[in-house]
């Protein structure tokens, strides 16, 4: 008898299949990574997992809370699940994040069967309690990251500088955004409004976005005392802006998306306000080890690799157009710069 590390008899399961097949079908791979996948996915936790993950990434201590079960129950579904193909794991530290596989037979059961899934919040009690549920853990951890920019707000300025050469970043952001004729500038996550101040020269106008009113009156007062009378700045959500399609024409997100539950819901966001032809700069680290920035400053993700972003990009149809890497020590800041095409010819 041969058990997998699980335990799972698979002679008789094989054998089981065999019988059921007829034993008539030549082998074929691409039949074996569906059977598996369907096989991973018929469990009623994972099944509760896959229709969380349709909702974003997800850490294993959120599914734990969310779930209600013990660590060692939960990492064991989702490695089933991420050996079936249906999830895919990216490892940060002491984290890992799991989301819905992009390609291949296993993220093709997980997108059908969430299709499957009842959707409505009466229809499935546990999904919908499953959702609020999750829903309410992330809100906690964004209120601690809201209070971590309430509390550090007027000492900002200083502390991003900690780790990073301000002067070296902005002057690579410059040479990346169009020099002139940008109509409309959004800057995401503005905080102190510093790529407002440095940037909206070259714009009609600017406008920054963000969550915490203490960051936005340091924002004020700075943009006030550097003169930039074409800058605004209103508290609002990220992930829900208050804007039409296609508002503007250039877009940052300067050391934002390390803080998000759901950096590439809020690149889907921007993506939208977005105007065809216009740009999407983002500013953030390349992946680190530096995991005391999690306890001390909020961070979720430590840094971003480039694939990472390029699939954010391709998921929102957006084209990368360059990469700027600024080596640091510790931290190395990376700079990605999009385009958003003309005429969207995905079908
Ligand atoms: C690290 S600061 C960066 C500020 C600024 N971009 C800079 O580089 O100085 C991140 C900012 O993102 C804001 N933020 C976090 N989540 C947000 C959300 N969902 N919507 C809008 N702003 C958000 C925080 O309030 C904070 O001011």
Redesign the pocket.
């Known amino acids: 008898m041969s058990l997998n590390e699980y335990g799972i008899n698979l002679t008789t399961d094989t054998a089981m299949q065999a019988e059921m097949l007829g034993d008539h079908l030549p082998p074929d791979s691409s039949m074996d990574d569906l059977l598996a996948a369907l096989r991973a996915a018929a469990e009623p936790t994972r099944l509760r997992i896959l229709a969380l993950a349709s909702h974003g990434e997800l850490t294993v201590s959120e599914l734990v809370r969310t779930l209600g079960q013990s660590q060692p129950r939960i990492s064991r579904h989702l490695k089933l699940l991420t050996e079936a193909g249906l999830l895919v794991r990216h490892r940060e530290g002491s984290w890992a994040f799991h989301r819905l596989a992009d390609d291949g037979p296993g993220a093709e059961v997980a997108r059908h069967l969430n299709a499957l899934l009842p959707q409505s919040d009466n229809r499935d009690g546990i999904l919908a309690q499953d959702r609020e549920r999750l829903t309410d853990v992330k809100t906690a951890r964004?209120e601690k990251?809201?209070a971590y920019?309430r509390d550090n707000a007027e000492r900002?300025?200083q502390l991003?500088s900690l780790h990073v050469d301000d002067a070296k970043v902005e002057n690579a952001i410059g040479k990346l955004l169009p020099a002139t004729g940008i109509k409309n500038l959004l800057?995401?996550?503005?905080?102190?409004g510093?790529?407002l101040e440095v940037f909206s020269s070259r714009a009609r106008r600017g406008t920054g976005?963000?969550?915490?009113h203490e960051?936005l009156t340091v924002a004020r007062d700075k943009l006030e005392k550097a003169g930039c009378a074409n800058c605004q700045v209103r508290q609002?959500?990220?992930?829900q802006l208050p804007f039409g399609s296609g508002d503007f024409d250039a877009i940052t997100i300067?050391?934002?998306l390390h803080?998000?539950n759901e950096p590439d819901r809020?690149i889907a966001e921007a993506a939208r306000v977005l105007a065809p032809g216009g740009f999407l700069l983002i500013a953030d680290f390349a992946p680190h080890g530096l995991e005391s920035l999690r306890e001390d400053h909020e961070h979720r993700r430590l840094g971003f690799d480039g694939d990472e972003i390029k699939s954010f990009f391709r998921r929102n149809r957006l084209t990368l157009k360059d990469t700027i890497s600024l080596a640091g020590d510790p931290l190395t800041v990376v700079l990605w710069m999009a385009e958003k095409p003309q005429t969207d010819t995905t079908p």
């Open positions: 964004a990251a809201e920019f900002w300025d991003r800057d995401l996550g503005t905080g102190t510093r790529m976005i963000d969550l915490s960051m609002g959500d990220l992930y300067h050391q934002v803080f998000l809020a």
